[in-house]
């Protein structure tokens, strides 16, 4: 990669790099740099003081891997692409020195056009028509599974006849202790561990679902929200998850604080509410139609992309001009 950087990079307008404290992203933006390429950098959430400040054995090397590199390649970007506005909120402690924009995340409408028939997931389950709720997602310690599981179990005692489908895929083994704290609880048969889910099975388990769950402790934006309410699936997310906002501006859903009580009233009335939950599934259907499908957002990318070349350009003229060479 580093040798096809070093050949082609040179090549492109404008270089759009993806995540941050890895090899690639680095070097790209090293590369871009020394060959005056403009640059834009997406962080996918990682600069959220959440994710930031989170400890591990490893903290003082990424501490100095940030010092190093991470943070001087973001102040020398040509702009910082971020998918919601809390996410550029919650990385102003860092007082990064290159500008911003706001791009949201998109889905391809055409595969949620036509939904599949409800029920192929159920019937796997063995759940028939009785209140499904689903978590769909990396089972990884910020999600806030250690708050659903309790809600979960708090849900029963009003709604004995619910289950839970956990469907995704495992981070450092933590399904393992989500399991636990399911076998603790005595929740074995009505909580149910799918696993990965790929193509039509997920938007299978979507349409199965009566309620959608992602308590995340932090989600810079949200694709697993997005896709349940292009299915139409009413969605109980938390605060942390950063297009909260327009889920309540719409009525997709109900939007708690990062607490297991609170969630387990949000869910209780969500499913008490049954004729209520088809008007929410439509309105975050509408909602993901009108603001969260490619074409609108690629219009609005390639805008940013035409801001950061002309700022370039004119950054780059007065050198430029001293040489005798036109900016195009």
Request: proline share 5%; glycine share 6%; aromatic share 10%.
């Amino acid at each position: 990669m580093a040798q096809w950087l070093r050949k082609n990079l040179s090549k492109f307008d404008v270089t759009h790099i993806h995540g941050l404290y890895r090899f690639p992203p680095t070097y790209a933006a090293y590369e871009a740099r020394k060959q005056a390429v403009p640059f834009v950098i997406r962080p996918h959430g990682s600069l959220d003081p959440y994710v930031y400040a989170k400890s591990s054995a490893s903290l003082r090397l990424k501490r100095a891997y940030e010092r190093w590199f991470d943070i001087p390649n973001l102040n020398a970007a040509s702009a910082i692409h971020y998918t919601a506005e809390d996410e550029r909120q919650r990385a102003s402690f860092l007082a990064l020195r290159a500008s911003s924009f706001m791009v949201p995340n998109a889905v391809d409408w055409r595969h949620y056009e036509r939904l599949p028939s409800r029920g192929r997931l159920r019937a796997r389950l063995g759940l028939g028509q009785t209140p499904m709720i689903l978590f769909l997602g990396r089972l990884h310690f910020k999600k806030g599974l250690d708050l659903l599981v309790p809600a979960f179990d708090a849900l029963r005692r009003t709604v004995p006849e619910a289950h839970l489908v956990i469907a995704g895929p495992e981070n450092d083994a933590y399904g393992l202790t989500v399991r636990a704290w399911v076998r603790e609880r005595g929740l074995g048969n009505v909580v149910h561990f799918v696993g990965s889910l790929d193509g039509p099975d997920v938007v299978q388990a979507y349409v199965d679902a009566d309620v959608f769950a992602l308590p995340s402790y932090t989600e810079n934006f949200g694709m697993a929200v997005v896709e349940a309410m292009a299915c139409g699936v009413p969605v109980v997310i938390s605060d942390q998850v950063n297009i909260h906002s327009h889920v309540t501006e719409v009525g997709a859903g109900c939007v708690t604080r990062c607490d297991s009580q609170e969630l387990t009233q949000a869910l209780n009335a969500m499913l008490q509410y049954r004729d209520g939950l088809r008007e929410m599934g439509r309105a975050g259907r509408r909602l993901v139609q009108e603001r969260f499908t490619w074409p609108a957002i690629v219009e609005k990318l390639t805008k940013e992309y035409q801001r950061v070349l002309e700022s370039h350009c004119a950054s780059q003229q007065v050198m430029r001009e001293a040489r005798g060479i036109g900016c195009q």
